[in-house]
């Protein structure tokens, strides 16, 4: 069973940055895709960023300039730096493996 542990989220002005790191352990046999997706209160759940282990990436349209997805394979963790924040980032956060196993989710709270 693959474990996905998120970290890195937290209350942050408008304008601000934040990290968030997502480290991978268990019985994976192989991870080619990470990634992180979002949820809003009252609103689903949606991509926010993905990467393969090949390094192909993808960004939702919302994010694109001021997010950053990476990774390192050596460590199975995936991350994402997220600049020029704005309240409508506002969500829980979760790390993704494979579109299938999931974190726990972080706060992500952007705010005056």
């Known amino acids: 069973q693959v474990q996905l542990v998120e970290s890195g989220g937290g209350l942050v002005q408008p304008g601000g940055s934040l990290r968030l790191s997502c480290a991978a352990s268990g019985s994976i046999f192989s991870i080619n895709t990470m990634g992180w997706y979002r949820q809003a209160p009252g609103k689903e759940r949606e991509l926010v960023a993905t990467i393969t282990r090949g390094g192909f990436i993808n960004y939702a349209y919302s994010v694109k300039g001021r997010f950053t997805i990476s990774r390192d394979n050596a460590k199975n963790t995936v991350y994402l730096q997220m600049n020029s924040l704005k309240p409508e980032d506002t969500a829980v956060y979760y790390c993704?493996?494979?579109?299938?196993?999931w974190g726990q989710g972080t706060q992500v709270t952007v705010s005056s």
């Open positions: 993704n493996v494979n579109f299938a196993s």
